[in-house]
């Protein structure tokens, strides 16, 4: 088997895996508990928070448990309009953004909120121009990821920051999702993001936790209400298992970060310049420093993107059309719609995504069997 889907989650490392077991099984007691087992189980809450945030440079107290990304980005999004709408009520995302921030500003808009869509260049990167003319008085939120899902775009957070260094009244978003392993950290929160988005699970972590970045003194509305956790901020039982695993993926990830990024590159280059050698393939994503090392999209002329990933499925290699959460919609990547690619392009679009786990003799066998899917598609490709 050949797993190359890895931008939609990853194979947990079998130290967090461990993490989890053990804390599951003898750190079991609520951390709202009064009595000793939740005052241990608090302890390694805490101490999981300090972990996360000295990886990250910032403090405990901007770190913020949630259920993932998509949780994350909802709070992010809704929170901020929820808390500053007295002060404007116009915000600013990408128009390649995932669902999670895309839908969360739609359904914004029932509300009598503005959205501004900022437009993306034919790599995918934002046009820094076009958002700073769509900036008003009123702007609340301006919402970029930091590493696109789809074709692996690495969006200029810095220059983004700089954009907006004077107006301090601007909330700035970022979804790091994709961020973890694939940039320097530094470069993802700078001194100027105010929230960022993150998910365990795409860095070798557990599905179903992640947190919130927030940046110390800014304020946010809640989505849940209740218990009081998190600083009363987040209501609900703290998944800590999952969250001691999640640090200790964290860290595994971050202290060969160097190291794994330049066997991912150096993958990500062979397929890339492979690929290119065929006619009939489009190559959407690239490989200079503006894309991610782990992600390479590309569609076969006239083949639509399922049924590319269904002929590798045969073989045990698995791949994803676009991102997994509208892969089974069959819709086109958003993405390359934004980039101006025609829809009959987009529809081939299929996305290989590399972690370190991988290696050059699952890159040779997939171009060997790439190469026999190919030859196959030769009538449509007319």
Request: charged share 20%.
């Amino acid at each position: 088997m050949i797993y190359f889907d890895n931008a939609a989650t990853t194979q947990p490392y079998p130290e967090a895996m461990a993490t989890y077991q053990q804390v599951a099984t003898k750190i079991f007691g609520n951390p709202s508990s009064l009595h000793g087992l939740g005052g241990q189980a608090t302890r390694l809450l805490e101490a999981s928070r300090r972990q996360i945030a000295e990886l990250l440079g910032c403090l405990p107290e901007e770190i913020f448990f949630t259920s993932g990304g998509t949780e994350s980005d909802n709070w992010a999004i809704k929170g901020t309009a929820l808390e500053k709408s007295s002060f404007g009520k116009h915000l600013i995302v990408s128009s390649v953004e995932h669902p999670a921030v895309r839908t969360s500003a739609k359904w914004l808009e029932t509300l009598g909120f503005e959205v501004s869509y900022a437009p993306v260049d034919k790599a995918g990167l934002i046009d820094l121009p076009a958002l700073s003319a769509l900036i008003r008085p009123d702007t609340i939120l301006v919402s970029v990821m930091a590493v696109n899902n789809e074709i692996g775009a690495i969006q200029p957070i810095s220059a983004i920051s700089d954009l907006l260094a004077d107006k301090p009244g601007i909330t700035f978003h970022v979804d790091a999702v994709q961020a973890v392993g694939k940039r320097d950290m530094a470069d993802v929160l700078t001194d100027r993001v105010d929230l960022a988005s993150f998910s365990s699970h795409k860095f070798r972590g557990l599905r179903g936790v992640g947190w919130l970045y927030k940046k110390s003194g800014k304020r946010i509305a809640p989505l849940l209400t209740g218990g009081g956790q998190e600083s009363d901020l987040r209501s609900t039982t703290e998944n800590l298992p999952a969250i001691a695993a999640t640090a200790k993926a964290l860290r595994l990830t971050l202290e060969n970060d160097h190291d794994q990024r330049v066997k991912v590159r150096a993958m990500r280059d062979v397929l890339h310049k492979a690929l290119s050698q065929f006619e009939d393939v489009r190559l959407f994503s690239g490989t200079d420093e503006w894309f991610s090392p782990s992600i390479i999209t590309f569609g076969i002329k006239g083949v639509r993107g399922e049924v590319t990933v269904h002929a590798f499925e045969e073989h045990e290699i698995y791949l994803s059309t676009t991102s997994a959460c509208s892969s089974k919609a069959g819709q086109p990547a958003g993405t390359l719609i934004a980039m101006g690619v025609p829809v009959r392009d987009a529809q081939t679009a299929v996305r290989i995504s590399l972690d370190a786990h991988n290696d050059m003799g699952q890159v040779e066998q997939f171009l060997t069997i790439f190469k026999q899917i190919y030859d196959k598609t030769e009538k449509v490709r007319r």
